[in-house]
């Protein structure tokens, strides 16, 4: 078995793929005969195959004829001053061509000829900072379709400078939709990239998170404490200077606002920020917080909760790491 594993042959274009999924239809049945392929089943792979490659062919034609219609705007704008009406069917065809886009976008191929197709810088140039918040929002929406898990694609919005808008927009766009969105992208840029944390932190991204979580926007303010933890987690040594921003007593404020679902991402944060962190520690055991008393009763209200397990396992597990044994530490230290 080991020697027939090591003698296959694996496919290594489509057009073997094809060859292989035929060869399985035909041992399902029996032996294949040992002769050549037909004519017409050779026909009949060429057709296949040209079938696909012209699927892939009308998807890049898709994104070149979006791409023409969010092109033509400030042309029309200026030709077409105060016909209102005009003016607001354009609008929904430029929605309608962001919208393809980010579908088509899906596909890490498209989103690389995207790239090279200039889709991006027009997003960032034209759309992230345009009057309708509709444009605004799916422009942020694209550029995060096109950066998840696509490094090649990350690091070129990281060089244009894409960073820095989203995170603006994120902070103080009037519309809470494009808030989210741009944090939206802003995720796909910072997360799994060294490149991108750096950038995210010299643009002071923290405090950027910092203020989502208390925006009005319950998406907004998830999202940001969603993303806080993930930076924590998977980058620990970014702890100390979270602690330094008065992040602890920050947080803490957040939990005592009415409570909300996002509230289980903030606990793990100070979850994280007391792990490892002596400073975090001495902030969260700081008495004039009453950090102590408030995870008793939070934890008293979640009891019996299924759907708030996680946030009550957050709970408990910072009021141990906090506070059990405080007490003796304090005596220790009389003596």
Not at 153 to 164: F, K, M, R
Not at 305 to 334: H, I, P, W
């Amino acid at each position: 078995m080991a020697e027939d594993r090591q003698d296959r042959r694996y496919p290594q274009n489509l057009q073997g793929v094809l060859q292989l999924a035929v060869e399985a239809g035909s041992a399902a049945e029996g032996p294949a005969p040992v002769e050549p392929m037909s004519e017409e089943r050779k026909m009949w792979l060429r057709e296949a195959l040209a079938e696909v490659t012209k699927g892939q062919m009308d998807e890049v034609e898709q994104m070149k004829q979006c791409l023409a219609v969010l092109r033509k705007e400030g042309v029309s704008e200026r030709e077409r001053e105060g016909e209102e009406e005009r003016d607001e069917e354009d609008e929904d065809e430029r929605e309608s061509a962001f919208e393809v886009l980010s579908e088509l976008c899906e596909n890490l191929d498209n989103a690389r000829d995207l790239m090279i197709l200039g889709g991006l810088e027009l997003c960032l140039s034209q759309y992230l900072c345009h009057v309708q918040s509709g444009l605004r929002w799916r422009a942020a929406e694209l550029i995060a379709s096109c950066a998840q898990n696509m490094p090649q694609v990350q690091v070129h919005l990281l060089s244009i400078g894409a960073l820095p808008k989203l995170l603006q927009l994120t902070d103080s766009d009037p519309h809470p939709t494009v808030r989210v969105k741009a944090l939206y992208a802003v995720s796909c840029l910072v997360r799994e990239l060294e490149a991108g944390l750096q950038a995210f932190l010299s643009h002071d991204g923290f405090s950027v998170l910092m203020r989502g979580m208390q925006s009005e926007s319950e998406k907004l303010r998830t999202k940001s404490a969603f993303l806080l933890l993930s930076l924590l987690t998977s980058h620990p040594e970014q702890k100390d200077t979270v602690v330094s921003m008065g992040m602890v007593q920050q947080l803490v404020s957040v939990l005592r606002t009415p409570h909300s679902p996002f509230h289980e991402h903030v606990l793990g944060a100070l979850c994280c920020l007391v792990e490892d962190c002596p400073q975090g520690l001495k902030d969260c055991r700081n008495p004039a917080l009453g950090l102590e008393e408030f995870l008793r009763q939070r934890s008293r209200e979640l009891q019996g909760k299924e759907e708030s397990q996680e946030e009550l396992d957050f709970c408990e597990r910072l009021r141990v790491a906090c506070f059990r044994g405080q007490q003796s530490d304090d005596n220790g230290m009389d003596r």
